[in-house]
């Protein structure tokens, strides 16, 4: 029996492991950690490049630490992306970027094609919160993409002609051309953003759509 060196055996089982779990393109965030993912300059100065280019109107906001995995980085606040938006405070700019771009090229589209009426209005539930993933006891300690301001919530739209579609009230309707237009909005949402939570998922989003830009390419 060949005995292999105990120096030899200890990288190549480091290499296995590695690949094995992949690179995460952007760290897992627990609460007791002291420094959270910061988007390098050059990201977020071309990332604000991309909002003047498509004539999203933005203010930049100053980056702060606010607790433990908690914090502003690289973050804006969209002041004008063509359609009023409510309920939307900081978001780093890479997510704020995908969501002026989902709303003004697949929510706004799909509202007149599909249900016949122009977007007014997009009903926000929330951007920045400094707290865990809802239900997180069962995954652990873990940050949600909303203590970086890396995740937009979402719970309705309203058209010109009055009416208001809602997440708790008609994601489940009876109305084939409103299930179009859910079916529609959320395939754009996860070509856009790495995480998209809906109330198919789980009871802790039936009234919103979550929209995270992370590297987790989930979509349910």
Same mark, same amino acid.
Not at 189 to 196: I, K, Q, S, W
């Given at each position: 029996?060949?005995?292999?060196?105990?120096?030899?055996?200890?990288? !190549?089982?480091?290499?296995?492991?590695?690949?094995? %779990?992949?690179?995460?393109?952007?760290?897992?965030?627990?609460?007791?950690?002291?420094?959270?993912?910061?988007?390098?300059?050059?990201?977020?100065?071309?990332?604000?490049?991309?909002?003047?280019?498509?004539?999203?109107?933005?203010?930049?906001?100053?980056?702060?630490?606010?607790?433990?995995? %908690?914090?502003?980085?690289?973050?804006?606040?969209?002041?004008?992306?063509?359609?009023?938006?409510?309920?939307?405070?900081?978001?780093?700019?890479?997510?704020?970027?995908?969501?002026?771009?989902?709303?003004?090229?697949?929510?706004?589209?799909?509202?007149?094609?599909?249900?016949?009426?122009?977007?007014?209005?997009?009903?926000?539930?929330?951007?920045?919160?400094?707290?865990?993933?809802?239900?997180?006891?069962?995954?652990?300690?873990?940050?949600?993409?909303?203590?970086?301001?890396?995740?937009?919530? !979402?719970?309705?739209?309203?058209?010109?002609?009055?009416?208001?579609?809602?997440?708790?009230?008609?994601?489940?309707?009876?109305?084939?051309?409103?299930?179009?237009?859910?079916?529609?909005?959320?395939?754009?949402? %996860?070509?856009?953003?790495?995480?998209?939570?809906?109330?198919?998922?789980?009871?802790?989003?039936?009234? &919103?759509? &979550?929209?995270?830009?992370?590297?987790? &390419?989930?979509?349910?």
């Amino acid at each position: 029996m060949v005995r292999v060196p105990l120096f030899l055996i200890v990288p !190549i089982l480091g290499a296995v492991l590695l690949s094995a %779990c992949g690179r995460p393109d952007r760290p897992v965030q627990q609460a007791s950690s002291p420094e959270p993912y910061r988007p390098p300059v050059r990201e977020t100065a071309q990332c604000e490049a991309d909002l003047r280019r498509e004539g999203v109107d933005y203010r930049r906001l100053p980056d702060k630490d606010l607790g433990p995995g %908690c914090g502003l980085y690289g973050a804006v606040q969209l002041t004008d992306i063509g359609v009023p938006v409510t309920g939307v405070t900081a978001m780093r700019c890479g997510n704020a970027r995908a969501f002026a771009g989902w709303v003004r090229n697949a929510v706004a589209p799909a509202a007149w094609q599909i249900l016949g009426s122009p977007l007014v209005k997009v009903e926000g539930m929330g951007t920045y919160a400094c707290r865990n993933i809802v239900g997180s006891a069962r995954i652990g300690d873990r940050r949600s993409g909303h203590a970086l301001a890396n995740a937009v919530d !979402i719970g309705g739209f309203v058209l010109k002609d009055g009416r208001r579609i809602t997440l708790l009230g008609d994601w489940y309707s009876s109305d084939p051309q409103i299930r179009q237009f859910w079916t529609t909005i959320r395939a754009s949402a %996860c070509r856009r953003f790495g995480t998209v939570l809906s109330p198919d998922y789980n009871a802790a989003h039936r009234n &919103h759509l &979550h929209l995270e830009d992370d590297a987790a &390419h989930f979509c349910r």
